[in-house]
């Protein structure tokens, strides 16, 4: 298992991105959190095993009425989360 840092850019913020990221999560059944950036963009941190990693990035695009632009991953520091959640805007 990995922990990974997703940065989605575009027009992400007001059309639900974080609800259809946190459904896609469950279905690969990956735990962590999403959250809207002040910059407009959102910020998933994921830990996942890395074969899915690729997988779940594809679904992402797949969210409706989401415009994504560009979508930035960095892996980090291992994290254990317990569920997948959408936490409030990270100021």
């Known amino acids: 298992m990995k922990t990974v840092e997703?940065?989605?850019t575009g027009r992400v913020q007001g059309i639900g991105m974080r609800n259809c990221?946190?459904?896609l999560?469950?279905?690969l059944n990956i735990r962590g959190e999403v959250m809207n950036l002040p910059d407009g963009a959102v910020r998933i941190v994921a830990t996942l095993d890395p074969i899915l990693l690729d997988k779940f990035i594809s679904t992402i695009y797949?969210?409706?009425r989401a415009l994504?632009?560009?979508i930035e991953t960095a892996?980090?520091?291992t994290r254990s989360f317990r569920e997948f959640s959408i936490l409030k805007t990270d100021d």
């Open 6 to 8: 997703i940065k989605i």
């Open 21 to 23: 990221i946190r459904h």
């Open 25 to 27: 999560a469950g279905k």
């Open 62 to 64: 797949g969210c409706p």
């Open 68 to 70: 994504i632009k560009d």
């Open 75 to 77: 892996e980090i520091q």
